[in-house]
């Protein structure tokens, strides 16, 4: 059940140019959250902007006080108020929210797929599959530039191995992440199974679900739409998925999601 919780800013760090990492104490959300869920955050003071954005919950912190991390990147006006709170300011956050990741089954390789800012919703998740146990995930991390891959350290201090893909070539593989998912796709000793989980802009995960399917491998696409309410009502944030002999169906990215089979959704 989500809670609509005051919640106190206790950090607000820069990580870069344009990207903050937020840390909100909300024990009541905390403790319901799983890996790929969000919460709706009112970003200023008032009624402005009116409508909350929805952000992933990057991590819940250990300890009892129950505090949970938000890492975002400004784009608009929503998310430059949001990084103009400062510490012991209040936060109106909505959640947890949405479905969360399926843990990859047992024996199974997790293959992480993040463009861009998609990258917060991963830290949760590579807790999540520690804590049970799973097997150490792979992380394909792609950006515009060196300088908009963040959080590389929590990966790095977790033993996570890395692939980096920047798109002017400034870091690892220039191009597309999907120039390291294919040749590892297309491996004919590629180990054991796995299972991609793939946050981004839609383009990188049209390019993800399509190589995914056709590699006849099981894939997870975290979604982002516009969120005007986040709890189902607006049926605003809809995508569209394969129909069946009733005609078009369309599921809301708030409520049936935000993550969903490669296999259950059209880009
Ligand atoms: C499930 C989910 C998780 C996300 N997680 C993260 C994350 O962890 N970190 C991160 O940086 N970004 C995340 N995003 C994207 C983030 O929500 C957007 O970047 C943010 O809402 C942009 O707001 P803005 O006002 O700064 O940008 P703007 O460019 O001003 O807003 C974008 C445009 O959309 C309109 N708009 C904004 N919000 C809404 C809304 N809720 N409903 C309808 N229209 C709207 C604005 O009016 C504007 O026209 C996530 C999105 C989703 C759906
Ligand atoms: S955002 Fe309103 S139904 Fe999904």
Redesign the pocket.
Known sequence: MPSDIAAPVIRHDVLGRDHFLLTLECPAIAREARAGQ?VMLR?GRGFQ?L??????I?RVLPGRRGRIQ???????????CLSQQPVGATVPTLGPL?NGFRLAPDGTRPILVAGG?GI??FPFLVEALRAARRATPLLIYGARANRDLVALDFFRARDVPMRLATEDGSRGTKGFVTRILEPLLARKDRGPRMEIFACGPTPMLKAVRERALGAGVPCQL???????C?IGVCL??VVGCPPDERGPIFRR??AEG?VFGAEEVVL
């Open positions: 969000f970003a902007p409508l909350r954005r929805p952000m992933s990057c938000i890492l975002y990147k400004i784009v608009g006006e929503g998310t430059r949405g800012i917060a919703i975290a979604l982002e739409s516009q969120m005007p986040g605003g944030c990215v708030c935000p």
